[in-house]
């Protein structure tokens, strides 16, 4: 995947990002590497499913590319965000790169986790340092938890779960907690009030409720409806939960430009459509289509959800 994004080995972005607005990925882990194997993972099956945290790159590598082409990306980023198509929080230099970055980036800096390894004393206080961390809660119960994260045999999502909300009442950063809704396999009355006791607990800024709306890595990944979303965010609203349903949501940029190269890293990394590419760069999706027309479309992978054509490097 990496000799196809053009000189970055670690960096990628800006990306779409629904949570964050135009995100500056930092990719400190090898593709699908995790610790889970969600049904509903935007970059493909895990490969390799494991807790065990260990060096996977060198993190003065990561942070000499990342302090190189900052400075001449930085206008227009909202954030910088430390993510990876596996789970960030198994690298043990995460904390180094927190600081590190922390040192020349001036604005935020982020850490998306699927929150398994808060369990660990190590991952919480690495992370303390970051400006904003989003952990994910899709699952209360064992059951619902297996069928929608299949997570490593020694996880337990409960005691994830009560990690969560620890570290949500140590951290002083952005917390934004994330929920994902499969239909017919986490979106049931029972397993949502169960999150809600949880969230209840937690101290975070906002909840926000979202769904598949990607090519998920497993059919059986299935989006609920934009009215349930809405209905559900009304029902944690009622138990005083601070909560917002996110569409397929990205700033809206204007008057940008965008190369052939650049529309080119961003699909090696994320499935975006026409519209998600035509918002990150700013230009209008009659020239993403022109761009497209002059790809050679046997390297993308494309797949149709809900009526829209994703498209992703193979
Ligand atoms: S969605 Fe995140 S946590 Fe789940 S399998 Fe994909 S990379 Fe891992």
Do not use: W
Request: with cysteine; proline share 5%; charged share 25%.
């Amino acid at each position: 995947m990496y000799e196809k994004s053009k000189g970055y080995r670690y960096l990628f972005g800006p990306v779409p990002s629904r949570r964050l607005g135009r995100s500056l990925g930092v990719d400190i882990i090898p593709h699908k590497i995790c610790t889970l194997n969600c049904i509903y993972c935007e970059v493909g099956r895990t490969t390799s499913c494991t807790t065990e945290r260990q060096r996977f790159y060198d993190p003065d590598e990561i942070i000499a590319e990342l302090r190189e082409f900052y400075p001449g990306l930085k206008d227009g980023l909202d954030i910088v965000t430390i993510t990876g198509a596996g789970e960030p929080t198994l690298s043990s230099d995460l904390g180094y790169i927190i600081n590190e970055a922390k040192k020349f980036v001036d604005i935020p800096v982020g850490v998306l986790t699927n929150s398994t390894l808060l369990t660990d004393p190590n991952v919480r206080s690495e992370l303390m340092n970051a400006d904003v961390v989003v952990p994910s809660i899709d699952a209360a119960t064992k059951e619902t938890y297996k069928h929608v994260c299949a997570p490593h045999r020694s996880l337990d999502i409960e005691e994830i779960n009560r990690a969560l909300i620890g570290f949500s009442k140590e951290y002083k950063g952005r917390l934004l907690i994330e929920i994902l809704l499969c239909r017919g396999v986490n979106d049931n009355r029972d397993e949502i009030e169960k999150i809600a006791e949880i969230i209840t607990q937690c101290d975070y800024e906002i909840v926000q409720l979202n769904t598949v709306h990607r090519p998920p890595a497993f059919s059986r990944a299935v989006t609920v409806a934009p009215e349930f979303l809405i209905d559900t965010a009304l029902y944690l609203k009622s138990k005083g939960i601070n909560v917002e349903p996110v569409g397929n949501y990205i700033r809206d940029f204007s008057g940008g430009h965008m190369t052939g190269e650049e529309m080119d890293r961003l699909l090696t990394m994320r499935p975006c459509s026409i519209k998600d590419i035509s918002m990150v760069f700013g230009v209008t999706e009659s020239t993403v289509q022109e761009k497209l027309k002059s790809a050679d479309l046997s390297e993308f992978e494309i797949t149709n959800v809900n009526g829209e054509d994703f498209y992703f490097r193979k």
